[in-house]
C-alpha cells in the first residue's frame, strides 16, 4: 500500500496541513517542522499524490506540447529544447501528435483541460478559428509556426520567407538561372512561406520561372525521393533544386544518386531547416540554419512566463532568424553566411568546364 500524507504527520509528530505546507512551499513553517517532514518523508518513501496537489496548488507542473508529428530530426529536436527548459524550471512535459487532422486535434485539445498548466501548440495546418475555439479558457498557450489571430495566444515563428529569399540568390550567385523548387504541403504555413520566398527571389532576380518548376512534396523523405525522380524526368531539367527542407532534400538526393545523376557536378541542392543529418549525408546539404533546438526553448520560457503572470501578459509574436549555411550539396566552398548579408551578384548563366560538363552529364543522366 502507498504511503500517505497523514502517515508522514504522524511520523513527524506535524498535522497534516504542516506536511501540506512544507510539500507545496506555501505558508510559515519552523526550521525544525521543516527538517522533520523532510526526514519523514525520505524515511517512508512518500510521493505526494500529484491531483491531490493540483487541488490545493491548482498547478500541475505539467505543460502540454501538441505537435502534428512526432517523428523526425525537426520534432526531436524541438522537444529536446523544450525539455531541457522545462526541466530546468521544475516542470514536466507531456507530448502528444495530432497528425495535422482538425478533429483529432480538437479532442487533444480538449483532453488537456485541468492537466496542464500551459500549452504549446505547433499547428501549421490548423485553422486559428479550430484553436480559438478550443483552447481551455484561461491556460496560457504559445503557437509556433502560426500566426496568433486567436487574441489570446504567444506565438513564435521562424524567418521562412527571408530564408527562402537567401538561398535562392545564393544559388543564382553560383550562376544557376533554373531552380526547382521541392514544395511542402499546400495547407502548411512554413512550406508557403517558403515558397512565397522562393517566387519573390525568383522575380527579384529575373530568373526564369513556372508551375513546372515546382514540384509537389510532402515534407517526407519518401517524397522528396518521388519529387526527385519527377525533376530526372523533365524536359529541361533545372541545374539546382530547391527543398522546402531537409527531409525532402535527402530524398532528392537518395533518388539522385539511384540514377546516377552526380550532386552537385549535375545538379546542384540545397534544403531547409538544417537538422543533424544534414552535415552527415554525402555531399553534405546545404540548407537554411533553424535553431530548431531554440525555437522549443523559446517556446517553454513563454509559456513559462505566462504561467507567473497568471496569463494577464501583453501577447506577442516572435519571428526568429535564419542563417544560410553554404556545404558540398551546392557547389560552393563552405562557409555560413547571415541571410540579410552583402549584395548578391545578378544571376548569369552557369559556365566553365564543370557547369556544361555537369549539364551533358545530366542529360545523359
Known amino acids: 500500500m502507498s504511503v500517505t500524507i497523514k502517515q508522514v504527520a504522524r511520523e513527524a509528530g506535524v498535522s497534516i496541513a504542516t506536511v501540506s505546507r512544507v510539500l507545496n512551499e506555501v505558508g510559515p513553517v519552523s526550521l525544525s517542522a521543516r527538517q522533520r517532514v523532510t526526514d519523514a518523508v525520505a524515511r517512508l518513501r512518500y510521493v505526494p499524490h500529484g491531483g491531490a496537489r493540483s487541488l490545493i496548488t491548482r498547478r500541475t507542473n505539467t505543460i502540454g506540447v501538441l505537435l502534428p ?6 520534432f526531436s529536436e524541438l522537444i529536446r529544447g523544450v525539455d531541457r527548459t522545462s526541466r530546468d524550471s521544475g516542470y514536466h512535459v507531456l507530448v502528444s501528435g495530432f497528425h495535422s487532422d482538425r478533429t483529432e486535434i480538437e479532442a487533444v485539445l480538449r483532453a488537456t483541460r485541468g492537466r496542464v498548466d500551459g500549452l504549446i501548440v505547433m499547428t501549421p495546418d490548423v485553422d486559428t478559428r479550430t484553436l480559438r475555439s478550443n483552447l481551455p479558457d484561461g491556460v496560457p498557450s504559445v503557437l509556433l509556426n502560426c500566426r496568433a489571430e486567436n487574441g489570446v495566444s504567444d506565438s513564435l515563428d521562424v524567418d521562412n520567407f527571408g530564408g527562402a529569399v537567401a538561398m535562392v540568390r545564393h544559388l543564382a550567385s553560383l550562376g544557376h538561372r533554373r531552380i526547382a523548387l521541392v514544395t511542402g504541403p499546400g495547407t502548411n504555413h512554413d512550406a508557403n512561406e517558403r515558397r512565397r520566398g522562393y517566387r ?8 526564369p520561372w513556372s508551375e513546372d518548376l515546382e514540384v509537389p512534396g510532402d515534407f517526407t523523405e519518401q517524397g522528396g525521393a518521388r519529387a526527385g ?9 533545372p541545374t539546382a533544386v530547391f527543398a522546402a527542407n531537409d ?3 535527402i530524398g532528392v538526393l537518395s533518388a539522385m544518386r539511384e540514377a546516377g545523376v552526380e550532386v552537385p557536378d549535375a545538379i546542384a541542392l540545397a534544403g531547409f531547416d538544417d537538422i543533424p543529418a544534414a ?6 546539404l546545404t540548407s537554411v540554419h533553424v535553431d530548431i533546438a531554440d525555437l522549443g526553448a523559446r517556446a517553454m520560457q513563454r509559456v513559462l512566463l505566462a504561467i507567473d503572470a497568471k496569463n494577464t501578459h501583453r501577447r506577442r509574436h516572435e519571428t526568429l532568424p535564419t542563417t544560410l549555411v553554404v556545404r558540398e550539396s551546392c557547389g560552393a566552398t563552405s562557409r555560413r553566411q547571415t541571410p540579410s548579408g552583402g549584395p548578391v551578384r545578378p544571376p548569369k548563366p552557369a559556365n566553365g568546364k564543370r557547369s556544361r560538363g555537369g549539364r551533358d552529364h545530366a542529360r545523359k543522366g
Open 69 to 74: 508529428d512526432i517523428h523526425g530530426e525537426f
Open 200 to 207: 519573390q527571389a525568383m522575380h527579384d532576380l529575373g530568373l
Open 229 to 237: 525522380l519527377a525533376v530526372l524526368a523533365m524536359r529541361e531539367r
Open 247 to 249: 527531409d525532402m532534400a
Open 279 to 284: 552535415r552527415f549525408v554525402s555531399p553534405a
